[in-house]
């Protein structure tokens, strides 16, 4: 498989876009999550 992850930084916000491509002819599941652990002020 192929994991794309754009990251954008903008006024005030942080935006993640996450792309999960199948490379293979086979069917395969996947679970994806996107987790904040850090508290940043100034976003």
Do not use: C, E, H
Request: glycine share 4%.
């Amino acid at each position: 498989f192929q994991l794309r992850l754009r990251i954008s930084l903008g006024p005030g916000k942080l935006t993640l876009i996450p792309r999960v491509r199948n490379t293979d002819s086979r069917p395969f599941s996947f679970t994806f999550a996107i987790r904040n652990y850090l508290s940043v002020s100034d976003i």
